[in-house]
């Protein structure tokens, strides 16, 4: 585990080995960047001119369209294959279904309503991972609110929050998805545990998947996790 920081943001890496019994080993990278004291954009204030964004660690074309639409929460997954729990038992980063999944909460109370900006967001982030979240229309779209929870804290504005699900199952996670995914590292994939995430080898795992994470920690800021999970056959010399 390794950390930087400055004034405003902190930084974290961790790298996670466990072997599994049938003999292969999960690998579970997370990257932590926790801006600090800084809070979701009131969907009140869209329209107007926003502040502007100067960020060291945190990843600052995802910062981007959070202030856009005005996103409180937001979790993504890409992942190819299917988790044997059988044999991985539970894994170290939840949302492991095959394919696209994408649900984020939202205040309501805007200019703009939450459909139109849960279209932005599925728009931006497919340009941002080169992916086909475009295609969670309304006819993909659920708010299933029992189940998925907040993971974090929703501010208090006056408006409730909405949430909005979607899941592309036939979705094709590839190196396409995971070049976008290592640019938003502060070092890329230049130094750290990210120097380890060779596409040859991850994507002949038979388990593989990236996720995206923001939340919203009250009295501490906002929190972005980049996670990659693999299922490997340890290599035999």
């Not at 502007?52 to 990843?59: E, N």
């Not at 459909?115 to 932005?120: H, I, L, Q, S, Y």
Request: hydrophobic letters at 35%.
């Amino acid at each position: 585990m390794s950390a930087a920081e400055n004034i405003s943001e902190h930084f974290q890496e961790e790298l996670i080995l466990r072997p599994e019994r049938d003999g292969k080993v999960t690998a579970r990278f997370a990257f932590t960047t926790l801006l600090n004291e800084a809070s979701p954009k009131d969907p009140a204030s869209l329209g107007t001119e926003d502040e502007s964004q100067h960020y060291t660690l945190f990843p600052l074309a995802l910062g981007q369209i959070l202030r856009e639409y005005a996103i409180t929460e937001l979790h993504l997954s890409l992942n190819a294959g299917k988790w044997d729990y059988d044999n991985w038992g539970y894994p170290e980063e939840g949302g492991v279904g095959t394919g696209a999944e994408l649900w984020a909460w939202m205040g309501d109370g805007a200019p703009v309503s939450v459909d139109e900006r849960w279209k932005g967001l599925r728009n931006a982030l497919s340009g941002l991972f080169c992916a086909s979240l475009g295609s969670l229309d309304e006819q993909r779209t659920t708010s299933p609110v029992m189940t998925f929870r907040p993971e974090g804290s929703l501010p208090e504005w006056g408006s409730p929050h909405k949430l909005r699900h979607g899941t592309l199952p036939s979705e094709n996670v590839c190196t396409e998805n995971l070049t976008p995914f290592l640019k938003l590292l502060p070092c890329k994939s230049l130094s750290g545990i990210a120097s380890l995430l060779n596409p040859h080898s991850l994507f002949d795992a038979d388990w593989h998947g990236m996720g995206v994470h923001v939340r919203y920690i009250r009295n501490a800021g906002i929190e972005v996790r980049l996670s990659f999970q693999a299922v490997f056959d340890p290599a035999i010399d």
